[in-house]
């Protein structure tokens, strides 16, 4: 499959509204501390705005209830990964990106048979504490041969002056998250970030 390289991560239906309407057409709802309600409404809604724009959803971590609200696709972790039921969301027609940070990590997703694979953090990253190091665009390119022909995708301390440098290591996609979201103009820096990866298309 291929992956737009703008990879978008967010954690409300509003910031889909507020970016996908730019140009983006990739974009996760990573939303970790929700009541289900919340959650199915934030999902729903997600779901109908991605339509509108023309973008592909990927419910992070909720695989059921992107099941039960027809999305058609989800990304986990290696711990969610453990308890995920891997059958009932093939069977729904669902495609699934999955986390890795080492190579037991690898291993174990390559043998769910992922649409995506993602290695992170490519470079130190606010956005949660990480046992693992800074992989280093190196990394890329190695983990690059080892997922071929299944996508690769970046994440970690990303941001455009970088991109060049991750796509030309392998990467098929980059994700950000708060180099947009925490920035003081995230419209103008969403459309930096298009700009950036369009040259990689």
Known sequence: MNLDPFYLIVDSATWIERLAPLGVK??????????????????????????????????????????????????????DLQT????????????????????????TAMAARPDYIALGPIYPTILKKMKWAPQGVERISGWKRRVAPVPLVAIGGLNPDRLDGVFAAGADSAAVVTDITLNADPQARTREWIEKTDRWR
Do not use: P, Y
């Open 26 to 79: 990739l974009v996760q709802l990573r939303i970790k501390t929700m009541d289900e309600t919340g959650l199915r409404a934030e999902i729903r809604r997600s779901k109908a705005l991605c339509v509108q724009h023309k973008s592909q959803l990927i419910i992070n971590d909720h695989w059921r209830l992107a099941i039960e609200e027809g999305c058609d696709f989800v990304h986990l972790g290696q711990e």
């Open 84 to 107: 995920a039921d891997l059958s009932r969301i093939r069977a729904a027609g669902v495609r699934l990106g999955l986390s890795t940070h080492d190579d037991i990590e690898l291993e």
